[in-house]
């Protein structure tokens, strides 16, 4: 998996200086760029071009950048602690995100990063395999009856496996 992400073009857009240390040093396969606030990430996104983007949504307009890259046809991960919650999760994948990842799950980025490269490669764009792996990290952060509440917007995202697939799939 880190053969496929070498030398990939990156940028990190995060307001937490040792998120993006972090995130660097997990990257370290890629060429990374990064910024801690929307202007820096602006201007980046301008100037150059990336094979994907990882924004976190708090503290530096991720839903703006989000509407950016989208207009590039940049994938893009959401990477977030503070805006963690279905609303977001649902709100992210609608305005185009391919992925939307707890901070605490960074760890294993270079997995869902390459997952949407990969896709965005094959035309995929509705790959899914990040919340298959993050679903009872999902159900566990946002009890068991989100799925219930955000029934219709799941679907509407092709997000509906049930617990059994997911278990199948694993």
């Known amino acids: 998996m880190t053969e496929a992400l070498k030398g990939k073009k990156i940028l990190i857009v995060d307001d937490e200086p040792d998120v993006l240390e972090t995130l660097c040093e997990l990257l370290d396969m890629c060429v990374v760029d990064y910024a801690r606030n929307f202007e820096t990430a602006e201007r980046l996104l301008g100037e150059n071009s990336y094979d994907a983007a990882i924004f976190d949504i708090m503290g530096v307009k991720g839903y703006d950048l989000l509407q950016i890259a989208r207009g590039r046809d940049l994938p893009a991960l959401m990477l977030t602690a503070h805006a963690l919650s279905p609303d977001h999760l649902v709100k992210s994948l609608k305005g185009g995100a391919f992925a939307y990842i707890p ?58 496996h049930t617990r059994e697939e997911l278990e199948k799939i694993l």
């Not at 605490?104 to 949407?116: H, K, S």
């Not at 993050?134 to 509906?160: E, M, P, Y």
């Open 103 to 160: 901070k605490d799950e960074m760890v294993d980025i270079a997995i869902y990063l390459d997952d949407i490269i990969q896709g965005k490669l094959k035309g995929d764009r509705n790959s899914r395999n990040w919340f298959t792996k993050l679903s009872s990290v999902f159900d566990r952060k946002f009890g068991s009856d989100w799925r219930i509440k955000h029934k219709k917007a799941l679907q509407d995202l092709d997000l509906t």
